[in-house]
DNA sequence: TCTTTATTTAACCATAAGGTTATTTAACTG
DNA sequence: CAGTTAAATAACCTTATGGTTAAATAAAGA
């Protein structure tokens, strides 16, 4: 496995039961076995996927008596979002360029519809 | 491997050199020899990232002659991005929320100095 | 203190990932 | 056609990942 945070991030968001132990986390804090109940799944495994997400930097957690509450870190998708962002202005250009390269053609078409008076569909 | 789409994506991007691949796409098309040389790595390594690359739908390739240029799929973050979506509102309430503690917090700061007319620092 | 509840650790297994070298395929070039 | 350039495939190796069962640890409760 790669050590730089980014990688160790993607690594840790490329399972789906991750995402969804984070989307449930979303909805607020909670315990280990109250995690792992909509898995078919072994506590192990659970625990496991807890502990990549933990390394990651993903969620953090407490202790309540005898349970280990897990929640979502602070600033847990920072790096990822500030990663995209450099691909979304490029995406963004590129519709842009799209977007005005269609714009150009429909002008010249509109001009086409112009000299030829209706002749075509 | 997971095979669902942002899985894959996800996957995908935990590398560090794939990372590197895309950023260099981001400057625009090129050749696979062209991509491979930041790296010390032989070429059925580079071509091996690529595939994972394509298998993931963040680049498309052509051909050129012998060459077979790479460049990043048009719409290749677009479900990173969705999915992130969600969290960043997560984030967003979390910093709101902390904003409006530090905004009370100071209020009631202000009303104590005004209380005890200066005393300490 | 013995038991129960919550969770982790250890040991193991199968498969996937990321690299290598050697060989092939594909297309241009003389 | 023979040779060269660009890239992919095959076969292999090592380590990582995602799961298992069985055992250990931690805290609460009778």
Same mark, same amino acid.
Do not use: N
């Given at each position: 496995?790669?050590?730089?945070?980014?990688?160790?991030? +993607?690594?840790?968001?490329?399972?789906?039961?991750?995402?969804?132990?984070?989307?449930? &986390?979303? &909805?607020?804090? !909670?315990?280990?076995?109250? &995690?792992?109940?909509?898995?078919?799944?072994?506590?192990?495994?659970?625990?496991?996927?807890?502990?990549?997400?933990?390394?990651?930097?993903?969620?953090?957690?407490?202790?309540?008596?005898?349970?280990?509450?897990?929640?979502?870190?602070?600033?847990? +998708?920072?790096?990822?979002?500030?990663?995209?962002?450099?691909?979304?202005? &490029?995406?963004?250009?590129? +519709?842009?360029?799209?977007?005005?390269?269609?714009?150009?053609?429909?002008?010249?078409?509109?001009?086409?519809?112009?000299? !030829?008076?209706?002749?075509?569909?």
């Amino acid at each position: 496995m790669q050590t730089d945070p980014l990688s160790t991030k +993607f690594a840790a968001l490329a399972d789906p039961t991750r995402r969804a132990i984070l989307a449930r &986390l979303a &909805l607020g804090e !909670t315990s280990v076995t109250e &995690l792992a109940k909509p898995f078919d799944m072994t506590m192990p495994a659970i625990s496991k996927h807890l502990k990549v997400l933990e390394g990651a930097g993903l969620i953090t957690r407490s202790r309540d008596a005898q349970m280990r509450p897990c929640k979502i870190a602070p600033s847990a +998708f920072k790096d990822v979002d500030g990663w995209l962002e450099d691909y979304r202005k &490029l995406w963004e250009e590129r +519709f842009d360029r799209l977007d005005a390269y269609l714009q150009k053609l429909q002008a010249k078409q509109r001009k086409k519809r112009r000299t !030829t008076k209706r002749k075509g569909a």
